[in-house]
């Protein structure tokens, strides 16, 4: 056997052992290319910091505690706008979905207000609500709302009719339709706009504690803009990253194991 | 168990792209008396699924009328049980979950439904598939949860839809002999469509030849049972009846 393929299946085993290892792996060539370049001092240091030196800030920022605090407060406000997205975005969603009528009203402006993007509506947030808490929260409930309802509707149209004939035929009531056909058979799609509201509703948070924030990642990244600390504007970029990595390994990818690709809705 | 009849039956159909009506089913009348076993054969488009989607309820005849017993169908309803050509289980609940779902809708308990829906897999020779999801199963073991699952739920009459259609031959041949071994048991009032000529001599008491949407023919399958494919395949009777029937499918 030759060298290569040798390693290649000692990678695929060990990933197998640890999966940790397969998230890991991929970026070292990553932080090694990004190492050489900031060892050999093609910029300046200030400008370009290395690994350590982002490490270090890590644990600074970590030690006063402003990190953590930053970051609890990024990670409550896209909790709270994916709660409210769903409870808003699921429900309208089935009802579009499910109603010729419902579809009729709501489809265009849904489309049309989903093209005015979240940032475009700061402006106007920011005279009518200021610069707070209640800015943000709109343009994150906002964001993750369009594609939770887009996609619901989406899986709501995707069951086929020949499920909805046999749970009738099976003596099946409307409500029980709605809660044992349609609703398991849109999961699939809805987690999927789940997980696009959420990504785009991470990056419009972060856009909106640029503009409005007192607290949070974004501020953190453009208040060290303003101190001129790009260690500090790195390490803000690497948090988002991760963070959204654990989201989707942790959180979305189980949820999706367990249901659509279970059932065979989605191909793994 | 109960009787169905279609008394006058049609439907007519606005086609968009044709710009036209279209009469899928004409004058149709046909009785299926309590306990028989009725296959209706014809062509592609021929109007049998639309026959048995009225039956079902999924759609509304033009005219006509259709009873079980003695009450008049409007809409789908848990006394007509349906197989569907597609299987149609729901791919999110097991397969114990998929039968018992009829008896959940009438307000069954747990354990109870679960029960019946053990019996039923018994059956459908399916005890050994209770926990596993439709996805994981062949599509001859799908169909046969899908024939379970319409059982289960005791209805007056049972329809299938091409059931066996989706099936490799030989599955089909073992689902065909499974089928009148049940219905032998219990003796259920089945409309069976299929387009298979000799699916439909095999299965039925009585073919019904359909053509353009009317009845063309009705011919009785007078062939002793228990019914087996090797033994049939050798019967000049069940050659006869076939061939019969084949010549007014092609005349059709």
Not at chain 1, 51 to 71: H, M, T
Not at chain 1, 139 to 152: A, C, G, K, Q, S
Not at chain 2, 56 to 71: M, Q, R, T, Y
Not at chain 2, 205 to 234: H, M, Q, T
Request: charged fraction near 20%.
């Amino acid at each position: 056997m030759n060298p290569a393929l040798q390693a290649w299946s000692l990678y695929a085993r060990a990933t197998k052992r640890w999966p940790a290892l397969a998230a890991l792996v991929p970026f070292i060539p990553v932080v090694a290319l990004w190492w050489i370049v900031a060892a050999a001092g093609v910029f300046p240091r200030a400008f370009f910091p290395s690994p350590p030196d982002v490490v270090r800030s890590f644990a600074d920022l970590v030690y006063k505690g402003i990190l953590p605090e930053y970051l609890e407060d990024s990670v409550a406000r896209l909790a709270v706008g994916a709660a409210a997205g769903m409870a808003i975005g699921i429900p309208l969603g089935l009802l579009v979905g499910l109603s010729r009528k419902a579809h009729a009203a709501l489809w265009p402006p849904l489309l049309f207000f989903q093209a005015i993007g979240d940032i475009a509506w700061l402006p106007i947030l920011l005279i009518w609500f200021g610069f707070g808490l209640a800015t943000m929260t709109f343009v994150i409930v906002y964001t993750v709302l369009f594609p939770v309802v887009l996609n619901t509707v989406l899986g709501v149209r995707s069951v086929p009719v020949e499920l909805h004939r046999a749970a009738l035929s099976l003596g099946a009531s409307k409500p029980r339709i709605l809660w044992e056909v349609v609703l398991p058979g849109a999961l699939p799609n809805i987690i999927t706009g789940l997980r696009n509201g959420l990504g785009y509703g991470w990056r419009a948070l972060i856009a909106a504690e640029m503009i409005v924030g007192t607290s949070g990642v974004g501020f953190l990244m453009f208040d060290a803009r303003r101190a001129g600390s790009v260690v500090e504007i790195v390490l803000g970029m690497i948090v988002l990253g991760l963070l959204w990595y654990i989201v989707d390994a942790w959180v979305l990818a189980p949820i999706e194991r367990a249901t659509g690709q279970r059932w065979g809705l989605v191909t793994r | 168990m109960k009787s169905l009849a279609i008394r006058n039956l049609s439907k007519t159909y606005f086609d968009a792209y044709a710009g036209a009506h279209v009469d899928a089913v004409r004058d149709v009348s046909l009785e299926v008396p309590e306990g028989e076993f009725v296959s209706i054969v014809g062509p592609s488009g021929c109007g049998k699924t639309t026959i048995l989607n009225m039956v079902a309820g999924f759609i509304a005849p033009s005219s006509g009328e259709i009873l079980v017993g003695d009450h008049a169908v409007a809409g789908p309803g848990p006394d007509r049980g349906v197989v569907f050509q597609s299987f149609a289980l729901f791919p999110w609940k097991t397969v114990l979950e998929n039968v018992a779902f009829g008896p959940k809708m009438r307000g069954v308990g747990k354990p109870e439904r679960e029960r019946i829906a053990r019996e039923f897999l018994s059956l459908a020779g399916l005890s050994h598939a209770a926990e596993r999801y439709p996805n994981e199963l062949s599509g001859g073991m799908q169909q046969r949860v899908g024939v379970a699952r319409a059982l289960a739920n005791e209805p007056d009459v049972l329809l299938m839809d091409e059931p066996f259609a989706s099936v490799d031959a030989q599955t089909r041949m073992t689902l065909q002999e499974e089928l009148t071994r049940i219905w032998q048991e219990r003796r259920s009032t089945v409309l069976f469509i299929t387009h298979d000529v000799p699916e439909a001599v095999f299965l039925a008491n009585r073919v019904v030849v359909l053509s353009k949407g009317r009845v063309l023919e009705e011919v009785d399958i007078p062939l002793p049972r228990p019914r087996r494919w090797d033994a049939l395949v050798e019967s000049d009777d069940f050659k006869a009846l076939a061939n019969q029937v084949l010549q007014l499918v092609r005349s059709a």
